[in-house]
């Protein structure tokens, strides 16, 4: 499951990081996840909690 505000790119926490790989997005630190990913990441794991 992806924490609400890990990478925006791969869903990753910020302290877990460091530099990675995306084939979108190449090499890069953590990225602070849009307000719409966070919102739909919240939801899925509600959902995951509430069947």
């Known amino acids: ?22 084939s979108t997005a190449g090499w890069r630190q953590w990225t602070q996840p849009t307000p719409q990913q966070t919102k739909t990441r919240m939801q899925q794991r509600a959902a995951r909690r509430n069947p």
Do not use: A, K, L
Not at 5 to 18: F, K, L, N, S
């Open 1 to 22: 499951m992806t924490n609400p505000t890990g990478c925006r790119w791969c869903g990753i926490d910020q302290r877990d990081h460091m530099q990675r790989w995306h």
